[in-house]
C-alpha cells in the first residue's frame, strides 16, 4: 500500500478527484489504482480566497509498488502498512482479579486490554452510568441540585463525555490508532479516522462509551456504577486490596494485588486518601484562565472568509497561544465550535466552568478557555496538594460571587481589560444552562493570570481581529483542564506501593481523552508483562 500526501481538492468538489491526484503524485495511469482510502484530511485556509481541503490517501495500486515509488520523491509518498495493534505476551500468573478505579478513558481501555487478556477485571465507578448521569447532570443544570457523586465530571466516560468529544492530542503514541479505531467500532463516525481535528461530539460519545461497556462485560469484565474507592489495602509495601462503598452504601473489602487508579483530574477526596497512606506524589505544572464566547458566525468569518457556512468546511475553530513580554504564557485550550459553556462542579458550593458541543457544532456561540500556566513554584509551601487547594479557592469565590446557587460569573472582554466589573450583557449571549451573574472575575482568578489574559488578549486580537472584542463574555473559572498533582511511578508504571499502577490523566499522565486512553494502554500492558506474582 502506498501513501500519497498533499492532494489539494477545491471545495465543492467531494472526493471525485482523489483518484486523480494520487495518479498524477504516483506518475501512473488512473486504472493503475485499484483503491483509494482517505488517511487525512485537513483544511488549508491561508489563502482566504482559495481554501482547500488537504488529503493524504493509501493507495493500492497494479504493479510493483518499488518501482512506481523510485519516481516520487518522499514525503509525497511512500510505502506503508494498515495499522494492527499487537497484545503483549502475558506473563502474569497471579490468581486475583485485578482492579481498575474509574471508566474514563484510561480505565475504559485499561479494563478493555484486562479483558481481551481473559483476566476479568473489576472497574468501579463512582459516577453513574451513562443514561442516569445524563439525568444527573440535566437535573443540576435545570434545578441547580448537585449530585457529588454523579456529575459533569464523575460517571460512565469520565468528563470527557460532557466536552466536546475532541480527539486531537500531541502525543506520536501508535496506540493513538488503535484508540480511534476501537471508537469506530463502538459506533463513532468513521471520519475520526482521518480528520484532522477529530471529535465525536456529546450527543454521540454516550452510545459509543455504552458500546465499549458492553465489549468489556462480554469479554468477561465487570464494571460497577456508583461505587466509591475509599483507600487501598496495604501490607509490607504491596497491594493486598482495595475498600470501597458500594452502590448501596455499604463499605466492601476485596481483596487483589494489582490495582490501576484511573480516577480522573476531579477526585480529589481519592488523591487526599492516598496521600495520607504515603503514596508518593508531586505537584506539577496546570493551567488556570476563563471560557471566552463570541458569535460562531464572527469565528466562521474570521477564518474562512467568503467560503464561512460552507458545507464542506463546518464550523471553524482555532488555536491561539502567546507570550506577553512581562506575563506568563496564554494559550487556548479545548475549543468548542457551536458549543455551549456549562456548570461541572462536582463539589458542593464550588463553581467551575468547561466547554462542550454536539456532533453537528451548530450552536449559535463558540466558546473556548483562555489558560495560564501554574508552575509548582508559583504555590506556597511544599504541600503536594496545594495546586488542588488553589482550584478549590477560585471555585468557592465563583460560588460566592455568583449569588450561591450555581451561576456562573461572567465579565465583558472590554470591561475585563479595562479594569471594571460588568453589569449587563452586550451583544453576546452566554449559553451557560446554569445562567450566569455579571461581574467581576478578577476575583476569583489569580493576580498573575489576570494580568497575563490581559496582556495576551490584545496579542490574540493581532491574530483574529476582534477576539477580542468588548461584547465577548469570559466566565470563570476554567480550573480543571489538568490535574496539579502527579502520583510517581517508575519504568513499570508502578508507584511505590508495588500493584498499584497510577494512570491517565488524573493521575497526571495525560491531557485529554486520546493520551489518557493510549495511557489506559500502555499500563494493562505493564500489569501483563509483570512477573512477580
Known amino acids: 500500500m502506498i501513501r500519497v500526501n498533499e492532494i489539494k481538492i477545491p471545495l465543492g468538489r467531494g472526493t471525485d478527484g482523489l483518484k486523480y491526484g494520487a495518479a498524477k503524485a504516483l506518475h501512473i495511469r488512473e486504472n493503475r489504482i485499484r483503491e483509494v482510502r482517505i488517511a487525512r484530511r485537513s483544511v488549508d485556509s491561508r489563502k482566504k480566497d482559495d481554501i482547500r481541503l488537504i488529503y493524504s490517501v493509501d493507495v493500492i495500486v497494479d504493479g510493483d509498488e518499488e518501482e512506481i515509488l523510485r519516481h516520487v520523491g518522499a514525503p509525497r509518498a511512500f510505502r506503508t502498512e494498515e495499522y494492527v495493534y499487537q497484545m503483549p505476551e502475558s506473563r502474569r500468573n497471579s490468581s486475583f482479579r485485578p ?65 466536546d468529544g475532541k480527539l486531537t492530542t500531541g502525543i506520536k503514541d501508535p496506540r493513538c490508532r488503535e484508540v480511534f479505531l476501537e471508537f469506530c467500532r463502538c459506533g463513532a463516525p468513521e471520519e475520526i479516522l482521518y480528520d484532522g481535528k477529530p471529535h465525536i461530539g456529546t450527543d454521540r460519545l454516550g452510545e459509543v462509551v455504552k458500546n465499549l461497556r458492553k465489549k468489556i462485560i462480554a469479554l468477561g469484565g465487570e464494571v460497577c456504577f456508583r461505587c466509591r474507592f475509599d483507600r487501598l489495602i496495604v501490607a509490607n509495601g504491596a497491594v493486598h486490596g482495595i475498600t470501597y462503598t458500594d452502590a448501596d452504601g455499604h463499605s466492601v473489602d476485596y481483596e487483589t494485588d494489582t490495582v490501576i487508579l484511573a480516577a480522573g483530574h476531579s477526585s480529589r477526596d481519592t488523591v487526599r486518601t492516598l496521600y495520607q497512606q504515603k503514596i508518593t506524589m508531586a505537584r506539577k505544572p496546570f493551567s488556570v484562565g476563563a471560557r471566552i464566547e463570541h458569535p460562531q458566525a464572527f469565528i466562521d468569518t474570521a477564518q474562512y472568509g467568503k467560503y464561512a457556512g460552507h458545507p464542506d468546511l463546518g464550523a471553524a475553530d482555532y488555536k491561539l497561544a ?116 455579571m461581574g467581576d472575575i478578577t476575583r476569583i482568578l489569580p ?32 480550573s480543571r483542564s489538568s490535574s496539579p498533582v502527579r502520583l510517581l511511578r517508575d519504568e513499570f508504571y508502578q508507584s511505590n506501593v508495588r500493584g498499584l499502577y497510577p494512570c491517565g490523566e488524573g493521575a497526571g499522565y495525560a491531557g485529554g481523552i486520546v493520551s489518557a486512553a493510549v495511557d ?7 500489569v501483563l508483562k509483570d512477573e512477580a506474582y
Not at 409 to 419: E, W
Request: proline share 6%.
Open 447 to 478: 493576580e498573575k493570570a489576570v494580568r497575563t489574559m490581559r496582556e495576551a488578549l490584545p496579542q490574540m486580537d493581532r491574530k483574529i481581529r476582534g477576539f477580542a472584542m468588548p461584547d465577548a463574555v469570559l466566565t470563570a473559572p476554567e
Open 99 to 163: 482492579i481498575v478505579v474509574g471508566f474514563g478513558p484510561a480505565g475504559m481501555f485499561a479494563g478493555l486490554i484486562l479483558a481481551k487478556a481473559g483476566y476479568r477485571p473489576l472497574i468501579l465507578e463512582r459516577g453513574g452510568d451513562v443514561d442516569s448521569r445524563t439525568r444527573d447532570v440535566q437535573n443540576f443544570w435545570e434545578k441547580r441540585v448537585l449530585d457529588t457523586e454523579s456529575n459533569v465530571q464523575f460517571g460512565e466516560g469520565g468528563a470527557g463525555t460532557f466536552s
Open 322 to 437: 502567546c507570550h506577553p513580554p512581562h506575563g506568563r504564557g496564554a494559550y487556548t485550550f479545548c475549543m468548542c465550535p457551536g458549543g455551549t459553556v456549562v456548570c461541572a462542579s462536582s463539589e458542593e458550593g464550588g463553581v467551575v466552568v468547561n466547554g462542550m458541543s454536539n456532533y453537528a457544532r451548530d450552536g449559535r456561540n463558540a466558546n473556548s478557555a483562555i489558560l495560564v500556566g501554574i508552575e509548582p513554584e508559583d504555590l506556597p509551601g511544599d504541600d503536594p496538594l496545594a495546586g488542588i487547594e488553589l482550584q478549590r479557592r477560585m471555585e468557592r469565590a465563583a460560588f460566592e460571587l455568583g449569588g450561591g446557587n450555581y451561576s456562573a460569573v461572567s465579565q465583558l472582554v472590554g470591561d475585563f481589560l479595562a479594569d471594571r466589573p460588568s453589569t449587563q450583557l452586550g451583544s453576546v449571549i452566554p449559553t451557560c444552562p446554569t445562567g450566569v451573574t
Open 520 to 526: 489506559g494502554i500502555r499500563v494493562a500492558e505493564a
